[in-house]
């Protein structure tokens, strides 16, 4: 009987050290954003993103067309579809903190990186919208090596301002920000028209 009691004892401490870890972990990962960034890094990085120029509403329709509650979510509820469904995908938080030039300092080594563009993003989420972040994210995405940005993008492309890009044009862009390329647009022959 007490080796029975010592096994459950054993077996419940190692389910308590399991189920604690990733909660830990989490919670140190969230707040320890200001181990690589002041204060007033984070003000003026915040102020960047509130203050990026909205996009067309229907270019936001799009994105949540392909990315279903991407503006909605925060990440961690990204994370936790990811972990159920088996298909991540990142938050304009997560994606305006990997992009940025704090969470990519110092030569960080890419496991480095990602655990500080993950703090960034859960600290930015507190401060901005995912909206917010997007369009941030929107002037600054690295399309390829030489086109920076949507407004790049459209002219590059399509020889219009973002204002001017139609649905399908709209369309084009989201599906670049997954698969760049400076020769070609995707193919879409296979859409309809409208």
């Not at 992009?99 to 960080?108: K, M, P, T």
């Not at 600054?140 to 993008?153: A, M, P, T």
């Amino acid at each position: 009987m007490k080796h029975k009691k010592r096994v459950l004892k054993i077996v419940i401490s190692i389910l308590i050290v399991a189920v604690s870890c990733p909660f830990l972990a989490h919670y140190y990962l969230k707040n320890s954003w200001d181990s690589f960034m002041t204060e007033k890094e984070l003000t003026e990085y915040v102020t960047k993103l509130k203050y990026a120029e909205e996009l067309p509403d229907r270019f936001y329709e799009l994105y949540e067309e392909e990315n279903p509650n991407i503006l909605s979510y925060n990440l961690n509820r990204q994370i936790r579809n990811g972990l159920f469904s088996g298909k991540f995908t990142k938050s304009p938080s997560l994606l305006a903190a990997m992009i940025s030039e704090i969470s990519r300092q110092d030569n960080d080594s890419t496991k480095i990186s990602n655990r500080k563009a993950y703090s960034l993003a859960w600290k930015l989420e507190e401060e901005t919208t995912q909206k917010e972040c997007l369009n941030w994210v929107m002037e600054n995405y690295k399309f390829d090596l030489y086109i920076h940005g949507i407004s790049e993008v459209a002219n590059f492309y399509f020889r219009k301002g973002v204002w001017e890009l139609n649905d399908r044009e709209l369309r084009d862009v989201i599906a670049l920000m997954k698969k760049p390329s400076i020769v070609y647009v995707p193919d879409r022959s296979n859409e309809d028209l409208h």
